[in-house]
């Protein structure tokens, strides 16, 4: 911990100026670190909010509190937006988001609306969390930063996916292991197919020449339709490209389920009941996906189930997609 909140300020300015507003709850690696340990560590104040879900309180709470970090999901970073005046963020330095994706569509609204890019970063529990941020001397759209420094990165190439690889890291912010309970009291050092110290992230990363990581999925979040691996992920940008514009801040996510023909198939839940698979056919051509990337089934519903944490609840997706 302490070592990832010293590589974290290596590349973030933090000073005991600064005034954290933090509703990520404590339980969580994100609201631990980034939300509570840091500021902490960095002589700033911290103003601690028990819950992330008062999207209209919490933009006051900013305003009112004079705070210049704001830490959130992507999900949460939208849903403020939806309610905050201009003025409410006028103090904020610096936002980081983490713990799923950030959407296009929330990364432009704060920029339009209240004149903040959003720095989007990415890591793991077992990372202590963060293994690359967005910062404002280092930035680039669309992908989640750098590296932090002192970890070291390899990627595997996994079959049936072209672009990027399954990333392994290694560092000083990794945990000293696991304990498992068939081996209480027993802890299991980290190890990956690289080697002991090796945590393999489980996510499929892709990195650019000047070093920026791109997530292009989870391996579990990869369907394998008719032979082929199709990004969950992607289809979950297409239904974003495709949404109408008159849809206040619509929120997709990508599931399977078993199909005794092609292996998989793709359901899609969406809460825009405008939402056709013909717009999403039309998207993915000008994304230049396949149409096997484009979901048959779309079910609407008033809101996705999320978790404690903010993440999208894809286990709960998919045992209602199985079970219908």
Not at 84 to 99: K, S, T
Not at 174 to 192: I, K, T
Not at 235 to 260: F, G, L, N, W
Request: with cysteine.
């Amino acid at each position: 911990l302490l070592a990832n909140i010293a590589q974290i300020r290596a590349v973030i300015d933090i000073s005991p100026e600064d005034k954290f507003l933090n509703a990520l709850p404590m339980f969580h690696s994100f609201g631990l670190t980034g939300g509570t340990l840091l500021p902490l560590l960095s002589g700033a104040s911290v103003f601690l909010y028990p819950s992330p879900l008062h999207y209209r309180v919490i933009p006051e709470l900013a305003y009112d509190r004079n705070c210049t970090v704001l830490l959130g999901t992507g999900t949460f970073l939208a849903n403020y937006a939806r309610f905050a005046h201009p003025y409410d963020f006028y103090r904020l330095r610096h936002v980081i988001a983490g713990a799923e994706k950030l959407s296009d569509a929330v990364r432009a609204t704060w920029f339009e609306k209240f004149g903040v890019r959003i720095m989007e970063g990415y890591g793991a529990t077992e990372t202590a969390p963060v293994i690359a941020v967005n910062t404002p001397m280092a930035y680039r759209s669309g992908s989640v930063g750098q590296l932090l420094p002192g970890l070291q990165a390899q990627l595997v190439s996994v079959p049936g996916i072209e672009n990027g690889g399954l990333l392994h890291v290694k560092g000083p912010n990794l945990m000293s292991g696991y304990y498992r309970f068939n081996q209480p009291g027993v802890l299991e050092p980290p190890a990956s197919e690289l080697g002991e110290g090796w945590y393999s992230t489980g996510d499929i990363v892709e990195i650019d020449a000047d070093g920026f990581l791109h997530i292009r999925g989870r391996v579990k979040r990869f369907a394998k339709i008719a032979g082929e691996m199709i990004s969950l992920e992607v289809v979950e940008k297409i239904a974003q490209t495709a949404t109408s514009a008159a849809t206040p801040t619509p929120m997709h996510a990508a599931t399977t389920r078993t199909d005794p023909q092609r292996g998989e198939a793709i359901v899609l839940y969406t809460t825009d009941a405008t939402l056709t698979r013909e717009a999403l056919l039309a998207a993915a051509r000008e994304a230049g996906a396949p149409e096997i990337a484009v979901p048959r089934e779309i079910r609407v519903i008033d809101a996705l189930p999320l978790l404690g944490t903010g993440k999208i609840d894809h286990v709960t997706l998919k045992t209602w997609a199985e079970g219908s």
